[in-house]
């Protein structure tokens, strides 16, 4: 029987928020044609198939498209091979290949903005504008970020990626790694009901984005 990990990606502090993630660690189980579906019917924001733990090789799905690269899928599946006995310092999504480490209890990866999807980013006088904007809809992808408190680089933000099949995201690295590019300096993001992620520029156009992760349950995965 083929195993789902689910686990909770870029926790606060107190263990709190946190973007739940699929990951199948066994992905040749799941035949390509397949896979869309099954990440529909899990409904994570995104569901990940391992085709090769220990080259990190692995696809990466919404429930409505796949994705060349995402931050919150990454950051969780490297802290699980490294959970399950299986560490790897180089992860390879379609995109390209994305450097691992770990530092202070948190699991980073560094990879392009421009890898990862891009959203509308709109900066708000402050984070109570932050959260009282309303979900776009449509095929809107849109994120809203305000300084909380700017000397000491921490930011409050939402981000919508309705576009791809998703309303509200709980923590979007793929947001994490253009506002480390578009900040340009070590930055900590509090997303949704109470998620944090980290990033900071790691030269030459890359950025490193990193975070706490949990696991949450394991499970048999249903064929699809």
């Known amino acids: 029987m083929t195993t789902l990990h689910v686990l909770d990606v870029f926790l606060g502090p107190d263990g709190a928020g946190g973007n739940p993630l699929g990951v199948v660690l066994d992905g040749a189980a799941v035949p390509p044609p397949e896979r869309q579906t099954v990440a529909a019917r899990l409904g994570f924001s995104e569901t990940v198939f391992v085709d090769d733990r220990a080259r990190g090789t692995l696809r990466i799905f919404t429930?409505?498209?796949?994705?060349?690269?995402?931050?919150?899928?990454?950051?969780?599946t490297a802290w699980l091979l490294a959970h399950t006995g299986t560490p790897v310092t180089m992860l390879r999504p379609p995109a390209g290949d994305v450097p691992v480490s770990t530092e202070e209890g948190l699991t980073w990866i560094r990879a392009r903005a421009e890898w990862a999807t891009l959203y509308d980013a709109r900066?708000?006088?402050?984070?109570?504008?932050v959260d009282a904007h309303g979900i776009p809809g449509g095929d809107a992808m849109i994120a809203v970020w305000a300084w909380e408190d700017e000397p000491a680089g921490r930011i409050r933000a939402r981000v919508f990626p309705n576009g791809i099949g998703i309303e509200e995201d709980e923590a979007t690295g793929a947001f994490a790694l253009q506002l480390g590019a578009l900040t340009g300096r070590a930055i900590v993001i509090r997303q949704g009901a109470g998620s944090e992620l980290h990033?900071?520029?790691?030269?030459?156009?890359?950025?490193?984005?990193?975070?706490?992760?949990?696991?949450?349950?394991?499970?048999?995965?249903?064929?699809?």
């Open 63 to 76: 429930p409505a498209v796949e994705l060349p690269l995402a931050g919150h899928p990454l950051v969780g």
């Open 199 to 224: 990033a900071r520029p790691a030269g030459d156009g890359w950025v490193a984005i990193g975070g706490r992760v949990a696991l949450r349950d394991e499970r048999p995965l249903a064929p699809a």
């Open 123 to 129: 900066q708000l006088p402050g984070p109570a504008d």
